[in-house]
């Protein structure tokens, strides 16, 4: 079975702190990656994905992510976080054109 | 476009009790996914529908679960008899298909006591 590890369980940085959240899959196909973001008490929004061309995907509010296929790796960054940042992030990753896995998430607080 | 809307926000309901959750997709989304989000599981997919067809239901923990989509703007999770356990929020989410991303009503926490 397919299985998305996201490596920190809860993340505390301060203002202007660079962030990188790890993320790993188990699956040696071909498959679309997303990275999604919940902020306290609100539904998961869709910060960027991955389906294919440049491994360096960059979507909203300055986050980027780089495909590694090789490490089967979809690590998220940031260079410099804001307090409006705290929130759940989920990496997903899906080999179809429907079934998403999701990653048990990390926490991720930004001290002002 | 008002996004994936979802009824109630909140429900809490007595063990034993029928529970059933609503979702309207965006319009013009071709599939609908029921997600259920707990601490202890994180996000795990129900069931998806594409053009109101269920797809897959093999994320239906059991026989009290069921779903429907009786048309391309509506569809409903029922619990019955609900138990403690299925507490926890209950996402829905729409899509316009095959590879695209998916759009997450803002959930139904549900309390069963």
């Known amino acids: 079975a397919q299985s998305v590890s996201q490596h920190n369980h809860h993340v505390i940085l301060s203002e202007a702190a660079s962030l990188e959240l790890g993320c790993n899959y188990s699956?040696?196909?071909?498959?679309?990656l997303f990275w999604y973001v919940q902020y306290p008490g609100q539904h998961l929004q869709l910060l960027l994905k991955y389906f294919s061309g440049d491994p360096l995907v960059k979507g909203i509010k300055g986050f980027e992510a780089e495909f590694i296929k090789s490490k089967f790796s979809f690590n998220l960054r940031k260079p410099s976080v804001q307090w409006s940042d705290t929130a759940e992030y989920f990496c997903a990753v899906s080999p179809n054109d429907y079934k998403l896995s999701f990653g048990a998430g990390t926490t991720v607080t930004v001290r002002a | 476009d008002a996004g994936v809307i979802q009824s109630p926000r909140h429900e809490v309901t007595e063990m034993g009790q029928e529970v059933t959750l609503r979702c309207k997709p965006i319009s013009g989304h071709n599939s609908l996914f029921w997600y259920r989000q707990t601490m202890m599981r994180g996000l795990e997919l129900l069931i998806y529908f594409n053009n109101n067809v269920p797809i897959d239901d093999s994320g239906m923990p059991e026989d009290r679960f069921s779903a429907k989509m009786p048309n391309a703007s509506f569809s409903t999770l029922k619990i019955q008899p609900s138990e403690p356990r299925d507490s926890a929020v209950y996402f829905c989410a729409s899509s316009l298909g095959p590879n695209s991303p998916l759009h997450f009503g803002n959930g139904t926490r549900l309390t069963v006591t």
């Open positions: 699956y040696g196909g071909t498959v679309n």
